[in-house]
């Protein structure tokens, strides 16, 4: 069965602290993992990753994927009140992990 | 960018009245549109890819029956929730395709259900 993990489910930090979070995939024909960033309402678009050991980059957020073990990471450095949110992975087949929820405290 | 809306917000119904949401792509021809329900707290779980055109593809375990989906148009697919009952209260979010890649989606802000 086709499957897409995050963790840690839940993280609170402080301003200006850096974070990682984790997703890892099982799916078959594997194309590409998606990151989206879900405030209120609906997610927001943040980085699509194709190919293993390049870095995409947005401002003080990256993300990078490993095919080989089927996993990537979100960084966001710098945190700021507004990075607060429920961060999502999805595999291209449109599964999504449960999320992580992002808490950033001044 | 890309705009997808999604008509009502928020919409409370009756125990046995259906109810219908509308997706809309405002400045891009959507050939794909995606309908997720959300749960509190929970991820977006794919309900169903709906096609212009064609019959919608539903996900294992959604009734077709029950989720009407229609995608008359290039802009615009619906999702009518028939004899709704309070277990589908939920917040649906559709998204469409979006034109740069089969992969990339751009996501509705979502509707609202709340069955009483």
């Known amino acids: 069965e086709d499957k897409v993990v995050q963790s840690p489910l839940s993280l609170v930090v402080h301003e200006g602290d850096t974070v990682t979070l984790n997703c890892s995939y099982e799916?078959?024909?594997?194309?590409?993992l998606l990151w989206y960033k879900q405030e209120k309402k609906a997610p927001t678009f943040l980085f699509m990753l194709t190919s293993s050991g390049i870095e995409k980059k947005s401002g003080r957020l990256s993300s990078i994927l490993d095919k080989k073990e089927l996993f990537s990471i979100l960084n966001i450095t710098a945190t700021q009140t507004g990075d607060s949110a429920v961060y999502l992975c999805a595999a291209h087949q449109l599964i999504f992990g449960t999320g992580t929820r992002l808490q950033v405290f001044p | 960018g890309a705009v997808v809306s999604q008509h009502p917000s928020w919409v409370i119904c009756k125990s046995g009245t259906s109810v219908k949401i509308e997706c809309r792509s405002l400045d891009f021809q959507a050939t794909t549109m995606f309908w997720y329900r959300q749960f509190p707290k929970q991820s977006l779980m794919l309900m169903a890819t709906?096609?212009?055109?064609?019959?919608?593809?539903?996900e294992q375990g959604v009734e077709k029956d029950k989720f009407l989906i229609n995608h008359a148009s290039l802009t615009l697919s619906t999702l009518t929730v028939t004899s709704a009952h309070p277990e589908d209260s939920s917040f649906y979010i559709c998204?469409?395709?979006?034109?740069?890649?089969?992969?990339?989606?751009?996501f509705g802000p979502g509707t609202r259900l709340t069955v009483l």
């Open positions: 799916v078959t024909n594997f194309r590409s």
């Open positions: 709906s096609n212009e055109g064609s019959k919608a593809t539903y």
């Open positions: 998204s469409a395709r979006a034109p740069q890649g089969p992969d990339t989606q751009y």
